[in-house]
T-cell receptor
Framework: AQTVTQSQPEMSVQEAETVTLSCTYD???????LFWYKQPPSRQMILVIR??????QNATENRFSVNFQKAAKSFSLKISDSQLGDTAMYFC?????????????FGKGTRLHILP | DSGVTQTPKHLITATGQRVTLRCSPR?????VYWYQQSLDQGLQFLIQ???????AKGNILERFSAQQFPDLHSELNLSSLELGDSALYFC?????????????FGPGTRLTVL
């Protein structure tokens, strides 16, 4: 069974700093998707960034980028120039099955505080 | 706005009661997923429906059931409620035509069992 592990329950950084959230996963599949979701105090689940396992290039979305290490089964999220609005719970997530529609498996989350 | 709607937003009920949570997927999405977010268990997949048929089951209790109707909306029924069922219940939808199979999450229903 697939598992997703986030080893940092909580982190705090100063505004404008760069922060990296860690995530490791376990799977025997070769085709899969990895995601980072943000959950602000509103509780809405917001997709931050996705990575297809077959792509070697790390995904980037503005200030958010990932470091995807397939062999190590590691998928970290880097937030550059952090902003107060980045304060939220961040979930690393895995979806297997390649192009099949399939359930998402979430890590336990990292609570990120951006300090003014 | 993800395009997925869930009602009600909040629900407060007592132990032993039964409630129904409703989800309307994005227009055109045939797959609906239910997830439970609780303090101790985190975010867990409960069940998936595709075009009216059950597709996959996760950690869903026997006291819980779901269905997807011909108009593609889905309902999650929770019965004989216990204090531990208090959680945020999310519905998500996706389309097979989407190359990324992205799941779009609704705003959730917060259930409080007293």
């Amino acid at each position: 069974a697939q598992t997703v592990t986030q080893s940092q329950p909580e982190m705090s950084v100063q505004e404008a700093e760069t922060v990296t959230l860690s995530c490791t996963y376990d799977t025997s599949e070769n085709n899969y998707y990895l995601f980072w979701y943000k959950q602000p105090p509103s509780r809405q689940m917001i997709l931050v960034i996705r990575q297809e396992a077959y792509k070697q290039q790390n995904a980037t979305e503005n200030r958010f980028s990932v470091n995807f290490q397939k062999a190590a089964k590691s998928f970290s999220l880097k937030i550059s120039d952090s902003q107060l609005g980045d304060t939220a719970m961040y979930f690393c997530a895995f979806k297997g099955g390649g192009n099949r529609d399939d359930k998402i498996i979430f890590g336990k989350g990292t609570r990120l505080h951006i300090l003014p | 706005d993800s395009g997925v709607t869930q009602t009600p937003k909040h629900l407060i009920t007592a132990t032993g009661q039964r409630v129904t949570l409703r989800c309307s997927p994005r227009s055109g999405d045939l797959s609906v997923y239910w997830y439970q977010q609780s303090l101790d268990q985190g975010l867990q997949f409960l069940i998936q429906y595709y075009n009216g048929e059950e597709r996959a089951k996760g950690n869903i209790l026997e006291r819980f059931s779901a269905q997807q109707f011909p108009d593609l909306h889905s309902e999650l029924n929770l019965s004989s409620l216990e204090l531990g069922d208090s959680a945020l219940y999310f519905c998500a939808s996706s389309s097979r035509g989407d190359p990324h199979n992205e799941q779009f999450f609704g705003p959730g229903t917060r259930l409080t069992v007293l």
